[in-house]
């Protein structure tokens, strides 16, 4: 079983609906994160918990909320969709520890918001 | 300022042929660590190969290897011996700083192709 796991994989849905991304994780990481790639563009981050209490925005978090329901799971909700967000989603986790702390991804996420 | 730069879009080369795909980077911190990620066109994200700023030598992973010239801030990949299954886009990534759990910056990818 993956270490890793995101549902739903694909996703197609209607303007100012509200979606929920969701990402478990059995690797027993601290540190878990959202990012989005958009096509022929890297990954920005949207937001990444430390731990059950903490939440931070990343880079793009506007339109975005997430939610961290334990050690193992954290979800990313987009409360009223807009076709910019049309993208392609990862959660990662890490262990922690500096500089050397790699982070692994999940299989991502394809969303397309009509 | 870009973070990251990938000049390079797109490679081709020839199978058991080796490739280098280039990576730069600006930083202004002395402790930072460099990661590259493998995305083959089922659109996963696989870890390859890590190399801190501190390491003084290059990491290497099997057919990875990390040309690592710290002095011209750059982080160049080397894949030995490619195969078919190395066609992917790869992305050069970037830690700053000693916190833990802060953002990874990632650069816009190169798109390899390799031909049999």
């Known amino acids: 079983d993956a270490d890793v796991t995101q549902t739903p994989r694909n996703r197609i849905t209607k303007t100012g609906k509200r979606i929920m991304l969701e990402c478990s994780q059995t690797?027993?990481?601290?540190?878990m994160y959202w990012y989005r790639q958009d096509p022929g563009l890297g990954l920005q981050l949207i937001y990444y918990s430390f731990d059950v209490k903490d939440i931070n925005k990343g880079e793009i978090s506007d339109g975005y909320s997430v939610s961290r329901q334990a050690q193992a799971k954290f979800s990313l909700s987009l409360e009223s969709a807009i076709p910019n967000q049309t993208a392609l989603y990862f959660c990662?986790?890490?262990?922690?520890?500096?500089?050397?702390?790699?982070?692994?991804f999940g299989p991502g996420t394809r969303l397309t918001v009509l | 300022a870009q973070k990251i730069t990938q000049t390079q879009p797109g490679m081709f080369v020839q199978e058991k042929e080796a490739v280098t795909l280039d990576c730069t980077y600006d930083?202004?911190?002395?402790?930072?660590?460099l990661f590259w990620y493998k995305q083959p066109s089922s659109g996963e994200m696989i870890f390859l190969i890590y190399?801190?700023?501190?390491?003084?030598q290059n990491a290497t992973e099997g057919r990875y290897s990390l040309n690592f010239q710290k002095a011209r801030k750059s982080a160049n990949l080397v894949i030995s011996a490619s195969q078919l299954g190395d066609s992917a886009m790869y992305f050069c990534a970037m830690r700053e700083g000693d916190q833990a759990g802060t953002a990874l910056i990632f650069g816009k990818g190169t798109t390899l192709s390799v031909s049999s």
């Open positions: 930083t202004s911190d002395q402790s930072y660590g």
């Open positions: 190399q801190g700023s501190y390491d003084e």
């Open positions: 690797k027993g990481h601290d540190r």
């Open positions: 990662a986790t890490s262990v922690g520890g500096g500089i050397t702390d790699t982070q692994y």
